[in-house]
């Protein structure tokens, strides 16, 4: 492992890094905005009544696709183009390549957001909205992706084993164009039906577990202990986390279509395997835990690991939610309601969103030869209101879904459900509202911190 | 362990044999498990549709009638994306490839104004839904593997939220006049609703008059079709009349009379 400065900016592509983490920055304030404005939609103050490009139902599709392509790859690539050379001591493959695959991801989230707000060209594949004739593209881009990232990995595990990182970032290079290529070109062209239905739950999971939540643990591998400067608390449970992640996860896909024409016993399968993967993540967040144990008063002044440890907790709750209900008797109720909606927010920003705000603050300054974030107030408040903002969602999505579940066994008029969840609608609006003015906040300590003309000292300033 | 934790390791074992055993499991063993239902294009369908004089294939007849400048433009509409293609004017009447045309649309424009984002089309056994979602003696069952194994379900419409009612039945719950006005603007028909406005799907005929254009025309063509194979045909095709039911039916015919006088 490289120890000179020089060499670590030999290693890594500072120009990549940025470029990535900016677009992933923008795209995230992009797809929170499409959120809220469809959420106004469901609030019925929609400000845009009647334009057909900016229709309710095709905004909802550019935050989820916007989300995972726009907003995650961006994020998560810039991440790993930071993270991986340093911690295998290799360069990537090639930095031309990293810019073709840059301006090929923006183009591709660019002809999606074209395709499907102006064209009509969606894909009814959740998360996979992308028209069908893109995917094929972006199936290509993940095996640029591995070979970019496959590199480094290989060639430092010619040398000895690799790191805890290093297993979740290999894995989820080789899964996730598997898992794009299943999830868009299967249900199309093969499968029909209800067997459609078995790849597509497959897919939104997938692309959940098998792409982001390795990513995301891959790199909190690299980030928590480089930050604490101590190493994990435990090798076993590494081990064990990441191997039960590895069975299990892929087969959890099924349980988004429970009581459906799936056969039962692929159901079955899916209910098991999800309850078992709550072992493996308690596993994961017992050694992240114990790590903590010591340094845990860094929490109060150290912003990025605030976020990750925040995330940490959220993803715990949103796992230790998932195994009840994932049940078939708790889906007679939630499923179909917000209760779901709450939990997909909690997970994507409270985990991942929060996890990659804060290892992008953590870079940043560094990447800029800075020293720290150019306000400090800037960047607990946003730290703050994000935090509040989702989980103020989340209750509020929970505590509406079990209300619109209950009042649909009632068999009760189906506009009472739509008028007892107006106010539930309206605090999830506020909510975002929150998360939006967060994002902004962060946004703009970032631009200012890159801007800054003098170089940012971390040390305490006089005032004069 | 040493070997456990090599870049060629793990790609192989739980890159792509965890991902394939879970794939048998999570979706290849049950489609094996379906294989024998017939896959139907969007041509069989229609034909389906027409041959069992389904409410799909009389509303079809209905939209035809009540929008005949429209119906006129629909058979020229081409678009490449869903690909459908110009009708020449002999055959440009209701007739199983202009039904199967104006599926082919109405499913397209369904899926990107991301319909299936509030409205699934999925049945559950539970949860009181058949009753909510059917009409009990016209259309009550659950959603079954067969009548999702065509062209219009890949991939499949089930939706994963639900802000308005289910679909998949309903054919049997309203009618295409009140479709029309529905669609474009909700309002009209259910005080109190959040869904938004299409008037996109619509335009004014030579006298005036809001019509459906050539998409809204598919597109209501493609709602009336969801359930159509579950709703009975109407009172007058039926021909037998099942012994026990006749002393039944004739009461009621009697008791409507009188009460219509």
């Given at each position: 492992m490289a120890t000179n400065s020089q060499e670590l900016q030999n290693l890594v592509n500072y120009g990549l890094v940025k470029a990535h983490v900016a677009m992933g920055l923008v795209f995230f304030i992009i797809v929170a905005t499409m959120?809220?404005?469809?959420?106004?939609?469901?609030?019925?103050?929609?400000?845009?009544?009647?334009?057909?490009?900016?229709?309710?139902?095709?905004?909802?599709?550019?935050?989820?696709?916007?989300?995972?392509?726009?907003?995650?790859?961006?994020?998560?690539?810039?991440?790993?183009?930071?993270?991986?050379?340093?911690?295998?001591?290799?360069?990537?493959?090639?930095?031309?390549?990293?810019?073709?695959?840059?301006?090929?991801?923006?183009?591709?989230?660019?002809?999606?957001?074209?395709?499907?707000?102006?064209?009509?060209?969606?894909?009814?594949?959740?998360?996979?909205?992308?028209?069908?004739?893109?995917?094929?593209?972006?199936?290509?881009?993940?095996?640029?992706?591995?070979?970019?990232?496959?590199?480094?990995?290989?060639?430092?595990?010619?040398?000895?084993?690799?790191?805890?990182?290093?297993?979740?970032?290999?894995?989820?290079?080789?899964?996730?164009?598997?898992?794009?290529?299943?999830?868009?070109?299967?249900?199309?062209?093969?499968?029909?039906?209800?067997?459609?239905?078995?790849?597509?739950?497959?897919?939104?999971?997938?692309?959940?577990?098998?792409?982001?939540?390795?990513?995301?643990?891959?790199?909190?591998?690299?980030?928590?202990?480089?930050?604490?400067?101590?190493?994990?608390?435990?090798?076993?449970?590494?081990?064990?986390?990441?191997?039960?992640?590895?069975?299990?996860?892929?087969?959890?896909?099924?349980?988004?279509?429970?009581?459906?024409?799936?056969?039962?016993?692929?159901?079955?399968?899916?209910?098991?395997?999800?309850?078992?993967?709550?072992?493996?993540?308690?596993?994961?967040?017992?050694?992240?835990?114990?790590?903590?144990?010591?340094?845990?008063?860094?929490?109060?002044?150290?912003?990025?690991?605030?976020?990750?440890?925040?995330?940490?907790?959220?993803?715990?709750?949103?796992?230790?939610?998932?195994?009840?209900?994932?049940?078939?008797?708790?889906?007679?109720?939630?499923?179909?309601?917000?209760?779901?909606?709450?939990?997909?927010?909690?997970?994507?920003?409270?985990?991942f969103g929060l996890w990659v705000l804060g290892m992008a603050e953590y870079i940043w300054p560094r990447l800029f030869r800075k020293e720290t974030m150019y306000s400090k107030g800037l960047s607990e408040g946003a730290y703050w209101l994000l935090m509040i903002g989702v989980l103020s969602m989340f209750f509020d999505l929970t505590a509406g879904g079990l209300v619109q579940g209950f009042d649909w066994i009632g068999l009760n008029p189906w506009i009472d459900s739509v008028n007892f969840s107006k106010p539930f609608w309206y605090f999830r609006s506020i909510a975002g509202i929150m998360m939006i003015t967060g994002l902004l906040m962060y946004a703009l300590n970032f631009w200012k911190t890159a801007t800054a003309k003098t170089g940012l000292s971390a040390e305490l300033r006089t005032e004069t | 362990m040493g070997k456990m934790e090599r870049f060629a390791f793990v790609a192989l074992v739980a890159g792509i044999l965890f991902f394939l055993f879970a794939d048998f499991i999570s979706w290849a063993l049950p489609m094996f498990v379906l294989k024998d239902i017939p896959k139907k294009s969007v041509e069989d369908l229609a034909a389906e549709a027409i041959s069992r004089n389904s409410t799909a294939w009389s509303d079809f007849k209905k939209l035809a009638r009540y929008y005949p400048e429209t119906f006129k433009k629909f058979c020229q509409y081409e678009e490449s994306f869903s690909g459908a293609k110009k009708i020449p004017e002999s055959e440009c009447k209701p007739n199983g490839k202009t039904l199967a045309k104006a599926l082919r649309i109405g499913h397209r424009w369904y899926v990107a104004e991301g319909c299936w984002n509030c409205h699934s089309q999925m049945v559950r056994p539970v949860s009181n839904e058949t009753l909510r979602f059917g009409i009990p003696g016209v259309s009550n069952t659950v959603s079954y593997p067969s009548e999702y194994n065509n062209e219009l379900q890949a991939p499949v419409l089930w939706g994963t939220k639900r802000v308005g009612p289910d679909l998949i039945r309903e054919a049997a719950v309203h009618n295409v006049g009140w479709q029309a006005a529905h669609l474009y603007n909700p309002k009209y028909t259910s005080p109190g609703t959040n869904m938004p406005p299409y008037p996109w799907y619509y335009t004014k005929d030579s006298k005036g008059n809001i019509v459906p254009n050539e998409r809204g025309l598919s597109l209501l063509t493609y709602i009336m079709w969801l359930g159509s194979w579950e709703v009975k045909p109407p009172k007058d095709f039926r021909i037998n009349v099942k012994a026990s039911n006749s002393a039944k039916v004739k009461e009621n015919t009697e008791k409507n009379f009188a009460e219509a006088k």
């Open positions: 959120g809220f404005l469809y959420s106004l939609q469901l609030d019925d103050i929609y400000p845009f009544v009647g334009i057909e490009f900016l229709s309710p139902g095709r905004v909802r599709m550019i935050h989820t696709a916007g989300a995972a392509y726009g907003f995650l790859v961006n994020m998560f690539t810039g991440l790993l183009y930071w993270a991986v050379p340093r911690f295998t001591g290799y360069r990537i493959l090639s930095d031309k390549l990293g810019w073709f695959m840059f301006f090929a991801l923006q183009a591709a989230v660019l002809i999606t957001v074209i395709g499907v707000l102006f064209l009509g060209m969606a894909d009814n594949v959740e998360w996979g909205e992308t028209p069908w004739w893109l995917d094929p593209i972006i199936v290509f881009w993940l095996l640029l992706h591995l070979m970019q990232f496959g590199a480094p990995l290989f060639k430092a595990s010619q040398r000895g084993p690799l790191y805890v990182a290093g297993w979740y970032i290999s894995a989820m290079l080789v899964w996730t164009p598997l898992v794009v290529f299943m999830g868009n070109m299967i249900p199309r062209f093969w499968a029909v039906g209800s067997g459609a239905g078995a790849v597509q739950s497959t897919f939104i999971h997938d692309l959940v577990g098998l792409y982001v939540t390795p990513v995301a643990w891959g790199l909190m591998y690299y980030f928590v202990p480089v930050i604490m400067k101590k190493p994990m608390w435990s090798h076993g449970l590494s081990l064990l986390g990441f191997w039960g992640l590895a069975f299990f996860y892929p087969m959890n896909g099924v349980h988004h279509f429970l009581w459906s024409p799936i056969p039962m016993f692929a159901q079955y399968s899916a209910v098991f395997a999800t309850v078992a993967v709550e072992f493996a993540v308690t596993s994961v967040l017992i050694n992240f835990m114990m790590t903590l144990r010591g340094s845990a008063e860094q929490l109060k002044y150290n912003v990025p690991l605030r976020y990750m440890y925040t995330g940490a907790i959220f993803y715990w709750i949103t796992c230790f939610q998932c195994a009840f209900h994932v049940t078939l008797t708790f889906q007679k109720v939630i499923h179909f309601t917000d209760w779901v909606t709450g939990h997909a927010h909690l997970i994507m920003f409270g985990t | -």
